[in-house]
């Protein structure tokens, strides 16, 4: 079974002063995430990730699609105990302090009032805020409400883990930690469904990744697939700079030191160069492929586009 | 259900306590200890009187006024902080449960507030007339009054806030209640009126929350009786009004996209 399966789901909103314009959110998205994955949704800053994420969350409501979390539709309000959600820049009760907070979100996900306390300790403990349980909210630097934020996503073992952004605005360090624990979350069985622009985050962690702009999917596949798409240049070096013009003529960009050359070249012309080397008397040294990074998968699909406005 | 709608209303309960809001018991108490002491210097009759209607007007606006600022920022406040995100996205919280499970802890903030207020409010009495007896009881329908005040705008505050900022939720409340107040001269005029008219003004009239109708500080400051029926009428009225009042906010927050 899948863990999200979404169908043509769009969103647009009315605008203009009489609410007579429409602006698309997010075009039709077909998508599917399968359990135990940790799927990365991919996108510059009004790509439409956050869109998706409040559809599937039922904070907003399609304007087109199906999706379903769990095998079960999106307004069926049981499938809720099985979701833990990290929202982008999260604000929380300031009142309460992070015991207080984790026991009533536990308790609005029905967790039994024997298991509560062991839940609540637990989470807390697994973002390493066990001496700060006590104290209330409103003195917590961003980084420690961060983690408090998904300390109350995984209080209640939740199957599948929304995170909204869950890097944004944290240190080196802060940013480590959460990876480490969304490697341990998927250890432990659990689906990740994660929204990020911070790609190197997504490249570590990410089983699959989804690349979304100006709310349209852009592409979708398992990360290795996706940069192999993009990779297929190879780097040859040798020695002998007469040969920079056969080169250049097959298409490749050359960078020379003396009369060493390193020539940045398509790998369906690696025979071609090979031979041209031959040719040219040039002494070859190494020929090594380029790996490509999501990175310029990324900047490959979205292009020169720039992002949409639309922002929910 | 009842689990979610009790750990909501305790949430917000907590939280109006935890923002200093009971520390208007101070002012309150300030106020009932200085006018006991100055009309005390009058006479005893006149010093009961002015005491009873200060007293109870006092409990009635200071409520009011909380039931207004903190009612409109019920839902709005908790959109613009984005902390119901984390309760509706992923809790199984029905919206209707997360509106009920609000009003709920407003009111009872406010009736813990005003059973502080009026416990302040009957040593007062005590002190200025020696003596509480059965008759002091209408002054409990009084308050009991302002209580059924405090449910009726705390649900309008409420209402305003699943739609409209908070400044225009607090003008639109202020203003309901301050035409609220006159509800039984409304309710007059569309006597007087014929055709259209008549049944414009009494729809309007009856739309309007008729607080007229739970005032009767005055009579109590009296010692006039509130007839039983009055007590009974009242309370079926209100809690028809709320209800109404709470099914509009919860189908408007329903269809609302929390962007």
Redesign the interface.
Known sequence: MAAIEIQGLEKS?KTGFFGNKRKQGLKPLTLTVEEGEVFGCLGPNGAGKTTTL?LL?????PTGGTARILGRPLDD??V??F???L?E?????D??TPLELLD??A????VDARERKRKVDTALARVGMSDSAKTQLRKFSKGMLQRV?IA??IVHD?KLV?LDEPMSGLDPIGRREVRDLVQQLNEEGKTIFFSTHILSDAETLCDRVAVLNKGELKGVGVVADLLHEVSGEVEVVCSGAQAIPALSALGAVCHATGNVVRALLPERSLENALAALRKSQARLISVTPVQATLEDYFLSRIGDEKPSEVK? | MT??LW??AY?TY??AV??RVLYNLILFALLIVGSSVIFGQISLQINRIVLINLGLTAISLFGIVIAIFIGIGLVSKEIE???L??????????RWEFITGKFLGLVMTLTVNALLMSVGFFAAVFYVSHRLGRGDLQLVTAVYFILLEFVMITALALLFSTFSTPVFSSIFAFAIFAIGTFGEDLRGIARMTSGVTHWAMTGAAYLVPNFAALNVISQVAHDTAVEPKLILLNTLYVLAYTAAVLTASVWIFE?R???
């Open positions: 909103y409040k969350l039922g904070l907003v409501f309000i049981g809720k105990r979701i833990g959600f929202p820049q999260p604000y929380f009760y009142h309460l009533y979100y308790r609005l996900s029905g934020g109350q996503a939740p929304l929910a | 689990g979610r750990a909501i949430n907590r939280e935890r923002d902080k984005k902390t995100y984390t309760v509706l996205a992923a809790r199984p919280v029905r269809r996209n929390l962007k």
